[in-house]
């Protein structure tokens, strides 16, 4: 395990919720910090731009009186997702914000920014960057970024093509910071899986959209809950960047899932234009992990069953791993 900073030291499990484009809210941050994970959303999600004022005042009230009504079960620190890709224009206005509320850990995609992480280390926070390689990962810590979240085949969203096992070996061969891994993460068992791989927390994400908090509709909540991980597409066609999509809502925009066409990467687009609009409000993202999930619950619930199961199996593995030979 890394030796890992005050926010995320003494988490009751380790795992960090992904933060879902359009889909991530309060209600959902707060219950999954009260629940004992990492809840996350990207600043995107507040629009207008002054909504994240509010959003962000109605967390932190959130947290402080749960805090106050649960002294010996605290919440756990919740974290801001910043795009800091160049079609973000709202950066700098989100970035004040952030600032004004101390946020305590901020989660940077598609790009590293040397003065992104240096404002966030001015209040007091902690930045964890997203990579798909090691190539981007050992960038990311160049440029002044704690820890990193390595994005593995099968994740939801924007992912990358790494097995986890050769993406967390190859970071791990030269960094001891906080590591989160996400890629097809949807039970305990797989929570305690990316720990013996050398990760030190589970980034979890599709899971989560299928829950009572989530502000996705309830046609996509039940096609997760109806799928598996063949019911997945990885593509770049939507965004400019390659990631998994839930192939019936990419039939019901009319387009053959086993035969989508390349995007051209200079067209991305993540401010939240119509096209970024389009792609994930009606083109559904989505992880491969989702064969275990059966039902839309309460996020409290979900992460309930994550506990039990990661508790579940630790018991198992500390069983012996081979028979023992008789005695002769």
Request: charged share 20%; glycine share 10%; aromatic share 6%.
């Amino acid at each position: 395990m890394a030796n890992l900073p005050g926010a995320l030291a003494h988490l009751p499990l380790p795992i960090i919720g992904a933060p879902l484009f359009i889909i991530s809210n309060p209600k959902l941050v707060i219950a999954q910090c009260c629940a004992g994970v990492v809840g996350s959303m990207p600043a995107l999600n507040a629009r207008p731009a002054s909504q994240l004022d509010e959003w962000l005042h109605e967390i932190t009230e959130g947290l402080a009186a749960w805090n106050r009504a649960h002294p010996g079960r605290p919440a756990a620190p919740f974290a801001i997702n910043q795009i800091v890709h160049k079609s973000n224009d709202r950066l700098e206005h989100d970035m004040e914000v952030c600032a004004r509320y101390k946020v305590p850990i901020v989660i940077t995609s598609l790009g590293a920014r040397t003065d992104v992480n240096e404002a966030v280390h001015a209040w007091g926070g902690v930045v964890l960057h997203d990579i798909i390689n090691d190539f981007f990962a050992r960038k990311a810590i160049d440029k002044g970024a704690d820890g990193l979240i390595a994005v593995a085949a099968g994740a939801g969203g924007h992912a990358g093509t790494k097995s986890p096992f050769a993406l967390v070996q190859e970071i791990r061969e030269w960094f001891d910071g906080p590591l989160a891994l996400s890629g097809s993460i949807a039970t305990g068992g797989g929570v305690l899986a990316a720990q013996a791989m050398g990760a030190d927390f589970a980034y979890i994400g599709s899971a989560f959209i299928a829950t009572e908090e989530a502000r996705a509709s309830d046609a996509y909540k039940q096609c997760i809950v109806d799928s598996n991980s063949d019911d997945i597409v990885y593509s770049s066609l939507f965004t400019g960047v390659h990631g998994n999509y839930l192939k019936p809502s990419v039939r019901a925009a009319g387009l053959d899932p086993d035969n989508l066409p390349e995007s051209d990467p200079s067209k991305m687009n993540f401010g939240g234009g119509d096209s970024a609009k389009k792609a994930w409000k009606d083109i559904w993202g989505c992880g491969q992990g989702i064969g275990a999930v059966k039902a839309v619950l309460p996020a409290a619930e979900l992460v309930a069953r994550l506990e039990r199961e990661y508790h579940e199996a630790r018991g198992r593995l500390s069983l012996p791993l081979v028979p023992a030979v008789a005695a002769q």
